[in-house]
Structures are given as C-alpha cells and as structure tokens.
C-alpha cells in the first residue's frame, strides 16, 4: 500500500504566477497549505477516492520550514488530527539564518537571501532598494517571477554580501545587525516556527553537510521544542541513517531525505493501523 501524496503549489507559483510568492512567511505558507489538504479531501470524497484518517506532513528545505509551521497552524486552532510531521533541512529560525549570512564576507547561495529580502520587503511594504543595491534591486521582480531556478538566477547576482559593490546595502546590514527595532530582524524573528511545543509526533531530519541550512538549527529546533513541554521530538542525521559514506550538502540532500521520511511514515503506519 503507497500513500496519497498532497503537494500544495503555494502561492506565487502554478495559478497564481500573477502574485509573488511568500517565501518563508510562516502564515502564508501554513494557510495555502491547510487550505489544500482540505481542497483534496474534498475532491477524494467528491471522486469516490478512499482515504483513511492518517496525516503526515513533510517538506524540504522552505517545504521543511512550511511543514513545521503547518503543524504549528493546526494544533493551535485545533483543525485536524496529524499523525506525525517529519520536517526536513527547514530554515527554523530565520534571524538567525540572517545573522549568519549577513555576516560573511560571500554569499555562497545569493539567492536565498535576495529571496527573503524580496519577498519581505513586498509582504511588509518596505522599499527593496533600501536593502538590496542596484542593480540587483531592480532584477528581483524579473528573477523572482516564478518561471527560474536557483542555477539561473545565481549568475545574475553578486556573491559579495556588503558594501558598495555587494548585494546588500552597508547601511541596512549595519543597521539590521546594531537596531533592535530593524524591521527586517523583527520580522524574521515573528516567523520562527519552532518555539512552541507540538503535541504530536515531530521527527526532523537533517544532512550533517548542509553547506545553506546549517544542520545546527535542526539541533536548536529540536532542544527547544522539547524544552517547552513538546509530547515527542527527534532529530535524525541523514548520513547517519542511511550509512552514508561522506556529508551531503543542501542540494543533494533532498532525494536522501525524503527516503528517510518515507521509511519513518511507513513504519509508522505500519505500527498504528498495521499496513
């Protein structure tokens, strides 16, 4: 017996390529992904198509990120019954994520923060060219549309992180990093996912080689919940599950990831209604 598999396109992408997408902004996210699961059991039932109670939510990377926060969603408005959530490589604290990045002198993936960047000035109506300098800001609306992947949008920026010739402005990371009131900062720290306490099953699955989203997170994600009365959280080393001969970096990791997760839902489906 396989699984049904849900896979909400969120906002910005597939119909609604007329909207920039929301990455990594937790309710966004957890509202097109709520509103999907209830969208396809409705077309199941409508369609004669069976399924059984049982609800798993996974992702990788951003879905890592959405998958926690999902979950966060669900139990505090009190949705639906979720049988376990296996969050992979997620981006957790997100001030923490900008912290760290901000503060080297490359960016060894430009994009992923030209994307918060982007996608926060929009959400919370700041203007882009106060963090991004140009001619970077002016490209983001081109490279961010929804139609390009990470290794075509790389090329079109600097790896330089500051300064007159980098990706950010000096004057803003300056800012971020010494202004307890930088709107930036704020805004990330309201969009961790991970200070609260699941009262259902939560294993988080990680690559130890995580050259984007240190696995580090994962450990902090993990201490955190179980510090603040979470029922049951794990972390578990991609590498160390599946044997792996060496680390596996971010891009790599997913496909590895995602059969760990099969493995743990099976197991648990197995255990709970016995196939």
């Not at 990371?173 to 990330?188: E, G, I, S, T, Y």
């Amino acid at each position: 017996m396989g699984f049904t598999t849900f896979q909400p396109d969120y906002i910005g992408y597939g119909d609604s390529l007329d909207h920039y997408h929301p990455f990594l902004l937790k309710g966004s996210l957890a509202n097109a992904t709520v509103d999907f699961i209830d969208a396809a059991r409705k077309f199941a039932q409508k369609n004669n198509i069976p399924l059984n109670e049982q609800l798993f939510l996974t992702g990788y990377s951003e879905g890592g990120y959405a998958a926690l926060g999902t979950l966060q969603k669900i139990e505090t408005e009190g949705l639906m019954p979720v049988t376990m959530t296996v969050p992979m490589s997620g981006p957790y604290d997100l001030e923490l994520i900008g912290m760290d990045v901000l503060s080297q002198p490359e960016l060894s993936v430009p994009s992923f923060m030209a994307y918060v960047a982007y996608a926060y000035a929009l959400t919370y109506d700041e203007p882009i060219d106060s963090m991004v300098n140009e001619p970077y800001a002016s490209k983001l609306d081109e490279l961010f549309d929804g139609t390009r992947a990470r290794p075509q949008i790389d090329p079109e920026l600097t790896t330089v992180t500051t300064g007159p010739d980098g990706l950010f402005d000096p004057l803003f990371v300056n800012d971020f990093f010494n202004n307890p009131a930088n709107w930036f900062k704020v805004a990330l720290a309201e969009n961790e996912v991970y200070k609260w306490a699941p009262q259902t099953p939560v294993t988080l699955v990680h690559c130890e080689g995580d050259d984007v989203i240190p696995y580090g997170l994962s450990e902090l994600a993990e201490g955190t919940m179980i510090s603040l009365g979470a029922a049951s959280v794990s972390l578990l080393s991609v590498e160390q599950t599946l044997g792996l001969p060496e680390p596996v970096g971010h891009s790599a990791c997913g496909p590895y990831a995602y059969q760990v997760a099969a493995g743990i839902f099976a197991q648990a489906r197995q255990a709970t209604i016995g196939y």
